[in-house]
């Protein structure tokens, strides 16, 4: 039997005990409505008080679609935010990444948009993309730029749009921030063999997660990784975790946007395991990884 991939960190095998004090490691199995009560006892465990000064606003665009709206007490830059949460297309919400998009709203002085789309199984593709895409549109149309952000499940939606909007000639997307993102793999080789039992997340959750939200295997924009041209999109940061089944995905991504001419920053978190966004208290790494993309995020509102 091949000897599970570990990392040697403290901080973050911490976090992961942690973790699995909430929300076991075969929490897929569960149905729905406890999966989500799993992962929102998770998410208030992690939670965090929002920086000094922060104005926080819930609305809704299209008449529909749930946002919250983060305003930093020292804005820098009229460029905007743009978050999408992951959480495996099933689960996840404005609360779950609260703390997350008010210190990246706070790090950038930037005001920040998340969004709080349809999940899966009660909405399929394209639900989540088709709110995700609403949101994108309506900002761009205020005439200001915009930094897509997204994790996991939100960075294969956040690529998605980006990629649609390069499509359909919509201008005003400065950058692409793109944390641990699922975009297509082939789920046979690769990392996703390497690290098919790795901590927080395996190569059969990844199935699974793909199996529920139903996208089909030509919706280019469901699967970046497969799209045929990559040239023209924007600036991107990517980063990923070693220890993650999804890493080859980022570092596929990141080789092929170099190679169509995209100016990319790609950093590989090699202590860290899917997810690890959350461990940015408990974790060196963790805080290390938290603190580039903050960087990196100011630097494209800014630029």
Same mark, same amino acid.
């Given at each position: 039997m091949t000897e599970r991939p570990m990392p040697t960190e403290e901080g973050i095998l911490a976090f992961h005990k942690r973790c699995e004090d909430f929300y076991p490691a075969d929490a897929v199995d569960a149905d729905i409505t406890q999966q989500r009560a799993w992962y929102d006892a998770?998410?208030?465990?992690?939670?965090?008080? #929002? #920086?000094a000064g922060m104005v926080k606003e819930d609305g809704l665009v299209a008449g529909r679609i749930p946002v919250r709206r983060y305003r930093p007490a020292a804005v820098a830059t009229g460029t905007r935010l743009y978050y999408i949460h992951g959480g495996g297309f099933v689960v996840? @919400?404005?609360? @779950?990444?609260d703390a997350i998009c008010a210190e990246l709203s706070e790090a950038a002085g930037a005001e920040l948009v998340s969004i709080d789309y349809r999940l899966s199984p009660e909405h399929v593709w394209p639900a989540a /993309?088709?709110?995700c895409w609403a949101v994108l549109v309506s900002l761009l149309r205020e005439g200001r730029p915009v930094v897509v952000i997204g994790d996991s499940a939100g960075g294969n939606l956040a690529a998605g749009i980006v990629l649609k909007a390069r499509d359909e000639g919509l201008k005003g997307i400065v950058g692409q921030a793109l944390i641990y993102p699922g975009l297509g793999g082939d789920l046979v080789s690769g990392s996703y063999v390497e690290m098919a039992e790795a901590l927080g997340l395996s190569t059969a959750d990844v199935a699974y997660y793909r199996d529920v939200y139903k996208a089909p295997d030509d919706a280019t924009h469901a /699967? #970046?990784?497969r799209a045929a041209e990559l040239a023209g999109l924007p600036p991107a940061f990517i980063t990923s975790?070693?220890?993650?089944?999804l890493r080859d995905d980022a570092r596929a991504y990141a080789a092929r946007l170099i190679l169509a001419g995209v100016p990319v920053e790609y950093r590989e978190e090699k202590q860290m395991i899917h997810a690890w966004l959350r461990a940015r208290f408990m974790s060196e790494g963790a805080k290390a990884g938290f603190a580039a993309l903050c960087d990196a995020v100011s630097r494209m509102a800014r630029s």
């Open positions: 998770l998410c208030a465990a992690f939670d965090a008080p #929002p #920086p996840g @919400s404005l609360d @779950s990444h /993309f088709e709110d /699967f #970046p990784l975790a070693y220890f993650d089944p």
